[in-house]
């Protein structure tokens, strides 16, 4: 029991993470409707911004600002770059969602070239762990849990009580009603991407400093697993999305626990498939399709 | 010309039209739905385009709205050149756009629903939502509910107040009593009457043309994506051409 409940408390930390990493991909999709697969080098540039600035000498908070601000840049920068080009041309779906993979393998290789394709290690000093009811944690860990925390809850707020949220659900639920009603389509959706590229650049550091290493490809292995958390809560819908955020990452760290983690991404798959098989549309289906609610 | 009548038509000359359509031909990539059509309407009056399904109605008011672009002819505002603006803008010069479908947020409460409509405002929100909320009382009951809990009447409403959220000088609907009962239709109308009678030129696309003519002070027959013919709406009701497009829908 008390093994399990071990087990449990290092899941919370892949929860927290895998949440917010599921939170940006379900922005980046609700806005445009594009599976972003170029979502999990967002976290990857968060992580190599987060250790740049490491390297000389910045603290935690200004690396993980550092990894927010990459990953917003790179997310606005795909939107705009890339993204926008299809959807205002009225070409959804298949192409859009190629060329988004496409800029994912390009990101990819940038970073073997400056980088090199070798695991960098990111060492931060964990300070010993802390018991906490029944849970170990250390301080890092319970940083990386409160942040996403609180980046969920201002999530939430911003989506539900101010006038871009408010747009931003209303681009999400039709987009051309809410051009007509004067609704900027393009910036709102820009906007939503920064605001996910912020989040899931935030994410990537919090992997790096929970793994403890990275590498040009870990950002888009974390990615498989993000979409399994998010498909698993419904694409397109936030509350479904952090429900399977904590299941899928739990899930993650008892198999890990018992077996081995380097199964985590087949095990991931193995979810994925078996939602895929069974609840098609997310296993938390009300028939909505809301960001929120 | 006779100087008492209030008809449209005799006051073309003098008034700016609220809209002029002129030449306007559009569609989806292929060939033309609408090819060539002109429509004018002025504040104050119903403007009815009618026609049997199919002819470009729908077609013809979204690209009015900026919706679908058209890829010939003008659409003036007010007097003011408005062609080939996006709807985020067509929006702001005064065109408001009711969709035939999907013409309400469904997960957006109906407040939001008016607050988005409503988008483009700087100032007076809060006053204008009380406005419409005076014009359509049953919406002020629901302002909490979201839009997909509400019947298809109270729907209806909510995509009209929607649109009338930035004080248009124009209101396109699209269809508005489609799928509603009698009761409800006419209601629909009531509340139209009251929109034009605070100066908003209306234009309506209805399926019920007998009604629709009765209503409209002008109206325009549209067949396979052209203009057919015009003409006062209680003169078309009457009208053999109109009557025989219409065989098995009118009677
Ligand atoms: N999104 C679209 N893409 C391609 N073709 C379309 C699209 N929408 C409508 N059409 C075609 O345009 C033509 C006119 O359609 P439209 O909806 O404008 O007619 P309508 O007069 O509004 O008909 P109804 O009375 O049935 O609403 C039809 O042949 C239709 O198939
Ligand atoms: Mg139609």
Redesign the interface.
Known sequence: MHEALLTLGFGLVTAAILSLSALAFTLEYSVTNVANLSHGEILTVGAYCAYLVQQHGGGVILSGLAAAAGGGLLALAVHNGVVDRFVRRGIGGLPTFIATLGVSLVIQNILVIIFGAANLGYTVPQGAPRTVGPFLWTDTEIQIMVSAVVITALLYVIIQHT?FG??L??VS??R??????????NRVAALTWLLAGLIGGYAGFILAESVGTFSPYSGFSFFLITLTAAVAGGLGKAVGTLVGGIIVGIALEFFGGYLSASYNLAFAFAILSLVILVRPRGLFVGG???IF? | MTTLTPDPAMAETATIAALEVSGLTAGYGGPPIVENVSVRALRGAITAIVGPNGAGKSTLLKAIAGVIKASAGTVTVEGRDATGLPSEKLVRRGIAYVPQVANVFPQLTVQENLEMGGYSRRHGLHERTEELYQLFPDLKLAHRRHAETLSGGQRTMLAMARGLMVDPAVLLLDEPSAGLSPKFQSAVWERIEQVRATNVAVVVVEQNTRETLRHAQWAYVLVLGKNRLDGRGRDLLHNDEVVNLYVGVLS
């Open positions: 006038r408010k747009s659900r209303a639920q039709n051309s009603l809410a051009r007509v009603s004067g609704i900027n389509a909505r399709r809301s609610e």
